[in-house]
């Protein structure tokens, strides 16, 4: 079976790099940025005339949720016209597309968990963005996963864990909002379960929501990730209300993972659990 994972050099794609040698069955082929553009359609078709992937993971996504609100023609670029772009090539070629989404699709108004089956309505550019990816991988290409994920963390890449780890070597107080509520992913869970997916060979199309058990805000997050890696430090909560930011976030995007859970008859562990066994 041969897989072609795209964004190669992102932090997913440095984990699914990381747990690649434990699939012997699989043949991988990783793609970064520089080696395949997502905007420019003949790039894919070089590369899937070479390799001739059963699977295509895109793991490429412009993720800088402020900076889209002042770049959102970039963030469409890539977003948007690369999912495309891939889903027309994956169709041409009879290639299953699993394609990367977001919590950030939802507007957080909502109290409960977000299940597959509620209404999208981003607050964001880089949600916006999202969201209209999905919608031209759904209508170009019958075969696709589409996986929301939230908060993804890990060794790998950038992404909050490391900023709070840096932040924490140059100062003795951090503060850190805690009235956005969501559920942390491990980049390696996250990525198991790709590989769950593509190895299942289940044609169960469509959109799933993946993230680690548990819930918690981003204060949540920083004060566990400062226990387990002994780090001393005044950490105080505030609202958001308090830390301004270009984009809006939402309150709660916490994702309903019963779905995947039941049509891959996978467990999934907590944040926590996770942060201990691969931080």
Request: neutral net charge; proline residues 4%.
């Given at each position: 079976?041969?897989?072609?994972v795209i964004g190669a050099a992102g932090q997913l794609g440095q984990a699914l790099q990381h747990i690649s040698k434990d699939y012997s069955g699989i043949v991988f082929h990783f793609f970064n940025s520089q080696e395949i553009d997502i905007a420019q359609k003949e790039k894919i078709e070089s590369a899937w005339n070479n390799i001739k992937p059963d699977y295509c993971i895109n793991a490429a996504a412009y993720t800088a949720v402020d900076k889209a609100e002042s770049e959102p023609e970039k963030a469409r670029q890539i977003?948007?016209?690369?999912?495309?772009?891939?889903?027309?090539?994956?169709?041409?070629?009879?290639?299953?597309?699993?394609?990367?989404?977001?919590?950030?699709?939802?507007?957080?108004?909502?109290?409960?968990?977000?299940?597959?089956?509620?209404?999208?309505?981003?607050?964001?550019?880089?949600?916006?963005?999202?969201?209209?990816?999905?919608?031209?991988?759904?209508?170009?290409?019958?075969?696709?996963?589409?996986?929301?994920?939230?908060?993804?963390?890990?060794?790998?890449?950038?992404?909050?864990?490391?900023?709070?780890?840096?932040?924490?070597?140059?100062?003795?107080?951090?503060?850190?909002?805690?009235?956005?509520?969501?559920?942390?992913?491990?980049?390696?869970?996250?990525?198991?379960?790709?590989?769950?997916?593509?190895?299942?060979?289940?044609?169960?199309?469509?959109?799933?929501?993946?993230?680690?058990?548990?819930?918690?805000?981003?204060?949540?997050?920083?004060?566990?990730?400062?226990?387990?890696?002994?780090?001393?430090?005044?950490?105080?909560?505030?609202?958001?209300?308090?830390?301004?930011?270009?984009?809006?976030?939402?309150?709660?995007?916490?994702?309903?993972?019963?779905?995947?859970?039941?049509?891959?008859?996978?467990?999934?562990?907590?944040?926590?659990?996770?942060?201990?066994?691969?931080?």
């Amino acid at each position: 079976m041969v897989v072609a994972v795209i964004g190669a050099a992102g932090q997913l794609g440095q984990a699914l790099q990381h747990i690649s040698k434990d699939y012997s069955g699989i043949v991988f082929h990783f793609f970064n940025s520089q080696e395949i553009d997502i905007a420019q359609k003949e790039k894919i078709e070089s590369a899937w005339n070479n390799i001739k992937p059963d699977y295509c993971i895109n793991a490429a996504a412009y993720t800088a949720v402020d900076k889209a609100e002042s770049e959102p023609e970039k963030a469409r670029q890539i977003n948007v016209l690369g999912p495309k772009n891939l889903a027309e090539v994956c169709h041409e070629n009879d290639c299953t597309l699993l394609h990367i989404s977001t919590d950030f699709v939802f507007d957080g108004q909502q109290k409960k968990t977000y299940k597959e089956t509620d209404l999208p309505h981003p607050i964001n550019v880089y949600g916006q963005t999202k969201l209209e990816g999905e919608i031209a991988v759904m209508q170009t290409v019958k075969k696709h996963f589409i996986v929301r994920t939230s908060w993804v963390f890990s060794q790998f890449g950038n992404n909050f864990m490391k900023t709070m780890l840096r932040l924490a070597g140059e100062r003795n107080e951090l503060s850190v909002v805690d009235d956005q509520l969501g559920s942390p992913t491990h980049a390696i869970d996250l990525a198991k379960m790709l590989l769950t997916i593509v190895q299942s060979q289940n044609q169960s199309y469509g959109i799933y929501h993946y993230c680690n058990q548990g819930q918690t805000s981003w204060y949540g997050l920083a004060k566990a990730i400062f226990e387990r890696y002994k780090v001393k430090i005044k950490l105080k909560p505030i609202t958001t209300s308090a830390y301004p930011t270009p984009a809006k976030r939402p309150s709660n995007s916490a994702l309903d993972t019963c779905k995947i859970c039941d049509t891959f008859g996978v467990s999934i562990p907590h944040w926590q659990e996770s942060l201990e066994r691969y931080s």
